[in-house]
């Protein structure tokens, strides 16, 4: 079996796996039989139109989740970063995966039958039953992730498509000034919008002192505005 040892205080902090102590952790570790595999930056993880019944945790690097529109374009559907899951949704349906996730940086990630985590194996784990319902958490989170992308790309004007992004990750980030989980092609992708039009918009934004955007570090200036934006 891999050593997974190095990724324990990772796998600790997951929503799939938290709450578990690692010496069970350790145990469920030799149930599973997980695999280990490492990707180049660009490389795809998982191809649109196929199966899926792994679920996978991120433990280096970052993925990004990608559906193709009819137009042939690509738009992020979301990124993932060390401790993330993904294909938790998806390994417990027969459809096969709406889209394409690539390692935008190199990465490696662990990956885990679905089948073993829903049916316990005969030892009798005790951390089991804390899995699933670790699991069903998890998934219940991406409903509610999913709904809030809704929110965003229903909204009349790209400022307002910003100002709702640019809030949602200062909240996450606990303060004012954080990093984007994009660069700039990837944003707009995100936004469903073009980038010289998304260049545009924050360019104005800055010069009416709403923000400072320096590469991928954006600061609030004015918090309260960009609400307001929202209700217009």
Do not use: W
């Not at 040892?5 to 938290?18: A, D, H, K, N, V």
């Not at 993904?86 to 995966?97: E, Q, W, Y």
């Not at 944003?187 to 800055?206: Q, V």
């Amino acid at each position: 079996m891999e050593d997974f040892s190095p990724y324990l205080p990772i796998l600790e902090q997951t929503s799939l796996f938290r709450g578990i102590p690692r010496g069970n952790l350790e145990e469920l570790f030799r149930c599973f039989r997980p695999a280990l595999r490492s990707y180049a930056r660009g490389e795809l993880v998982l191809l649109a139109g196929y199966d899926n019944r792994d679920i996978g945790v991120v433990l280096s690097g970052r993925l990004e989740a990608l559906k193709t529109t009819p137009g042939g374009n690509q738009v992020v559907m979301a990124v993932q970063e060390a401790g993330d899951i993904f294909g938790d949704v998806l390994s417990g349906s027969h459809v096969k995966s709406p889209v394409t996730v690539r390692a935008q940086t190199d990465a490696r990630v662990l990956f885990i039958a679905y089948d073993r985590v829903i049916s316990p194996c005969g030892q009798g784990h005790a951390a089991h039953g804390q899995l699933l319902r670790n699991l069903v958490g998890a998934i219940s989170d991406k409903y509610f992730a999913l709904n809030r992308r809704v929110d965003l790309l229903i909204l009349r004007s790209l400022r307002q498509r910003i100002a709702l992004f640019l809030l949602d990750a200062a909240r996450q980030a606990g303060k004012d000034t954080f990093l984007l989980p994009y660069d700039r092609e990837g944003l707009a992708a995100y936004l469903n919008c073009n980038r010289a039009a998304l260049s545009r918009e924050l360019s104005r934004m800055a010069a009416e002192g709403l923000l400072i955007c320096r590469k991928n570090q954006v600061t609030l200036l004015r918090p309260t505005a960009l609400e307001d934006c929202l209700r217009q």
